[in-house]
DNA sequence: CTAGTTTCTGACCGGCGAGTCATTGACTCG
DNA sequence: CGAGTCAATGACTCGCCGGTCAGAAACTAG
């Protein structure tokens, strides 16, 4: 019973912070011009946010949950033959690059180190989420589908899909215009699957990359 | 003809200046921490350093310099026959792991993003500088070697590589004790060469990393 | 020892920006 | 319409820290 606040008012002001973070950085990055951009004042701010750091680890959380989610799409990779494999496994793939490619600002934030106290290390935990993700993803993975060759660690394997995965959002976050997500995926996997599977499944998996290179 | 200059001075500012970055950050390193770590007045910092800025370049350049100057070990692969090949190439995985443990304070700096305008994008361009200097020694080793199969994309190879170290300085700046770089190293190896070199070559080269396995 | 020179010190200054709060004014209800 | 409520404002405060500089200290030459 009085003045209604103004429903976007948080939401303009998160998305003005993501681009100030994103392209300033957590300490150089001033709440005045967050609420410029934003078109309130400066007093607004504090209405929705404890401090400049809460929103910024608000942004970021918020990112790492949607690209969790996003890439749960992973799991159902399990119940699926071979031959329907690739085609599924590449869907995933641009699943995951066009979350990330949306939410370029708020990855560009995550990635930096920020070895300060109050968000520490906040590229490391991105990291570590993915890596472990992605460790699970293939445990269970070569438990239920033998498509894995034995003497395959997963923790390296992990290593190498996380790395890969890391230097693709350095690009996303680099590029002005969305890069050809497709043809980078079925290149990095032509490589990985070489090494990684069994042969007689890795040379399947080949054949249906380079039918799905052909096709595209 | 004076007082003379005490000759450690700026070696223990540039050694307590990496311990403060590596734990707080530009932003967050204070310069009287620094010179109290170094046992000297804050005053004599600027006999050394334009400004906190300044240090923190002068830091990272060297370490990223030096770090150019190991990997250069890879260079002298070319010359090698495939049989000699995998001995040399884990030495030179041993050189390039010992200099980033030896010198992880510094790493720790550079890999941190920092997208403010001073030092803009720090760790981006050493990751950059990586990269390139991957791509340009698997352009070179396809090339003169003919161990690469035809169609391994040379940015493709680059960016797993550079993918896996950089995981490999993660996991270096996180790590309180040296981990066991040689094992990683032949079994991501394993990985890659799998599914990267010629059929013949690569099986060639699994069979010595796995020699070498058993070796250590 | 003294004068001259350079290193080093640390109290001080100034600017900046996070966070505050008295005030304004938009809105609701009776 | 007027009283009451709460969103929103923005001038202000305050602490912090980068950077300065007058002076003390350390040393040398003669």
Redesign the interface.
Known sequence: MARPANPNLQGALIEAGRLEF???????ARIEDITRRAGVSKGAFYLHFESKEAMFEHIARDFVDGLLRVMNCFDSLQTLEPRELVPAILNCDDQVSEYLWEHRPAL?IV???????ACSGL??QF?GAL?SYMRATIVRHKETMEVFSP???PD??A??L???????C?RIV?SDDKPDFRK?SI??R???????FRPEVGRALLDALQAQEAHS
Chains 1, 2 share one sequence.
């Open positions: 994103a392209t300033k950085g957590l300490a150089e560009r990635m930096e180190g920020l070895p300060s106290t590229g490391d990291v890596e003497d395959t660690d390296v394997a290593l190498l996380t790395g890969a995965i890391v230097m693709f350095r680099r980078s290149a990095l032509k490589i990985l699957y070489g090494g990684m």
